[in-house]
C-alpha cells in the first residue's frame, strides 16, 4: 500500500480534505523575513557622513573633503545627547538659503541638539533638534550671548566668515566654554594666507587663524619649554590634541599636565639651579 493510501486510510477522507486546504493556504502566504528590515531613504545612510553630506548638498564634501574626518573625530559622539554649535549657517543673504549642514549634523546625531548662528536671519531653518541665532561672531558679546542661550556646548564649529580677525575672536571667547572633552573646529584656514581675507602671505604671521593655530602646538608641549618663570596660558592647560587636515584643524580640550622629563634628560642645566 502506497503512503497516500496509507495516511488517507488511517485520518480518513474528511480529516485528508482538511489538510489539504490547510496546506494550500500555508503555502500561498509569503516567507517571513529571516531578520530585520533593512533601513531605507535617509536611514540607509544616517552612518556616513560623506553620503549625508552629499544627499543635504553641504560643502563639507564635494569642495572639500571634512566629513571624512569628522567621522573619525566625532563619530563617539553618534548615539550621545549633546549640544553642537555651528557657525555660519551658508546661503549668505540669499532668501530660504542655508542650513545643509544643519540637517546633516541632524541626521548623523539623532540624539543631539543642533544650533546655527549667522549674521543673517536663518529662522527659516529651524525645526525640531535644530536651532538658530542671529549673531555676529566679531563680536564677544554676541557670541557670549548666544552661549548663555545653549548652555552646555559640546562641539563648536567655525564655518563663518574665514577672517582671521573673526577666527581669532570667537575662539579666545568660546573656547574656555567648551565643555572639557569638547571638540572646536575651524574650517577654511585656506584663507589665513589670502591677504584679500585678511590672511598674510607671510607663514610666521602671527595674526592669522593659521598663526594661532600653529602656536597651539607648541602650547601642548609647554613642559617642555625651558624658559625660566614661564607662565602656561589657558590654552596650554587646556587642549590634549590638535589636528591638521586641509585647510581644516580639529582641538581637543582637555586638562594638558602629562608632566615632563626634562630635568632628568638635562641634568647639567638644571643642576646649576
Given at each position: 500500500?502506497?503512503?497516500?493510501?496509507?495516511?488517507?486510510?488511517?485520518?480518513g477522507e474528511k480529516n485528508v480534505r482538511i489538510l489539504r486546504r490547510l496546506k494550500r493556504r500555508i503555502s500561498s502566504q509569503p516567507a517571513k523575513p529571516?531578520?530585520?528590515a533593512k533601513p531605507t531613504g535617509l536611514d540607509a545612510i544616517s552612518g556616513d557622513l560623506n553620503k549625508l553630506a552629499q544627499h543635504f548638498k553641504t560643502d563639507k564634501w564635494g569642495i572639500h573633503r571634512y566629513t571624512q574626518h569628522y567621522q573619525r573625530h566625532l563619530g563617539h559622539l553618534k548615539n550621545e545627547s549633546f549640544n553642537l554649535l555651528e557657525i555660519g549657517i551658508g546661503g549668505y543673504n540669499r532668501p530660504g538659503q542655508g542650513g545643509a549642514s544643519l540637517r546633516m549634523w541632524k541626521q548623523f546625531f539623532p540624539k543631539a541638539q543642533i544650533f546655527g548662528m549667522d549674521i543673517q536671519d536663518k529662522s527659516f531653518v529651524d525645526e525640531e533638534r535644530v536651532?538658530?541665532?542671529?549673531?555676529?561672531?566679531?563680536?564677544?558679546s554676541s557670541l557670549n550671548s548666544i552661549a548663555d542661550k545653549i548652555g552646555d556646548l559640546d562641539v563648536i564649529i567655525d564655518d563663518g566668515s574665514h577672517r582671521s580677525p573673526h577666527v581669532l575672536t570667537t575662539f579666545a571667547t568660546l573656547f574656555p566654554r567648551l565643555k572639557d572633552g569638547g571638540i572646536y573646529i575651524v574650517e577654511d584656514t585656506q584663507s589665513s594666507y589670502w591677504p584679500e581675507w585678511q590672511g598674510s602671505e607671510d607663514l610666521d604671521a602671527a595674526h592669522t587663524s593659521m598663526g594661532m593655530l600653529k602656536r597651539l602646538v607648541d602650547g601642548l608641549n609647554y613642559e617642555e619649554f625651558v624658559t625660566e618663570n614661564y607662565q602656561p596660558t589657558y590654552t596650554d592647560l587646556n587642549i590634549v590634541g590638535v589636528h591638521f587636515y586641509?585647510?581644516?584643524a580639529i582641538i581637543e580640550k582637555g586638562r594638558n599636565a602629562e608632566g615632563s622629563n626634562k630635568r632628568s634628560a638635562l641634568k647639567q642645566r638644571y643642576a646649576k639651579s
Open positions: 500500500m502506497s503512503m497516500r493510501a496509507t495516511v488517507k486510510s488511517v485520518l529571516s531578520g530585520p536651532t538658530t541665532f542671529i549673531g555676529d561672531q566679531s563680536d564677544p586641509h585647510n581644516l
